[in-house]
């Protein structure tokens, strides 16, 4: 079992470009969350997907920010017109069903994805 | 809204010594907490879950402790190694209105000195 993937590790872009980070849950997999760690702080929910379903996006922004994750293929957090307050870690969690659902439940990390902004 | 705060933020030990992490959350109403241990530029690594009906969970040097009423868990690290320099996050899933998803703590970042 290779665990979460994400990719890319590392991804530099210029202000306004944009950004598409994948994740590839663990094999039998169905829930995905998305995490941003900015520099010197501690890890913030951004949203929480199930095949071809957004859960729960409260902590998305309201602007540039999308995620989806269909039902083949890998989740993808997609960052767009990219400014340099983006810059941060971006991990990505798999578990078998929703950490609601299950006290034993528990979320396996990637990763993650360092995006930098020029 | 639930909120986990970690004392202390930065944490200088020499080698050896025992130590103690402390985690407090605003809501009892968790299902598990979880301490993880994320080194620099890396991601995440599982050190110890607590289920909600549980009261500490021990692996190897470290043992997690869980008392839901007062909104508190501690790490307990035994004798300390260089290695274990590390940053520790805490995180709770639960709490009213929470659809699963982990809450962090800020972390606390510790050094241990040979």
């Known amino acids: 079992n290779a665990g979460v993937m994400q990719n890319p590790r590392h991804l530099v872009r210029r202000r306004g470009q944009e950004a598409r980070l994948r994740c590839s849950p663990m094999k039998g997999h169905s829930h995905v969350y998305w995490y941003r760690q900015l520099p010197e702080e501690g890890l913030k929910f951004m949203v929480y997907?199930?095949?071809?379903?957004?859960?729960?996006e409260s902590g998305m922004p309201k602007e540039r920010f999308s995620a989806e994750f269909p039902k083949e293929g890998p989740s993808i957090l997609r960052i767009q017109q990219v400014v340099r307050g983006d810059s941060a870690a971006y991990f990505c969690a798999s578990s078998p069903t929703g950490q609601g659902f299950s006290g034993a439940n528990v979320l396996t990390f990637g990763a993650g994805s360092r995006l930098t902004v020029l | 809204k639930q909120e986990v705060t970690q004392i202390p933020a930065a944490l200088s030990v020499p080698e050896g010594e025992n130590l103690v992490l402390n985690c407090s959350f605003t809501d009892s109403a968790i299902y598990n907490l979880q301490w993880f241990r994320q080194d620099p530029g890396k991601g995440l690594t599982s050190l110890l879950l607590?289920?909600?009906?549980?009261r500490e969970q021990t692996s190897g040097r470290l043992n997690a402790s869980l008392d839901k009423s007062s909104g508190r868990s501690t790490l307990y690290i035994a004798a300390s190694q260089p290695g274990d320099s590390a940053t520790y996050l805490c995180a709770v899933s639960g709490g009213s209105g929470n659809t699963g998803k982990l809450i962090f703590g800020q972390g606390t970042t510790l050094q241990v000195k040979p």
């Open positions: 607590i289920q909600s009906s549980q």
């Open positions: 997907l199930q095949k071809e379903n957004i859960i729960d």
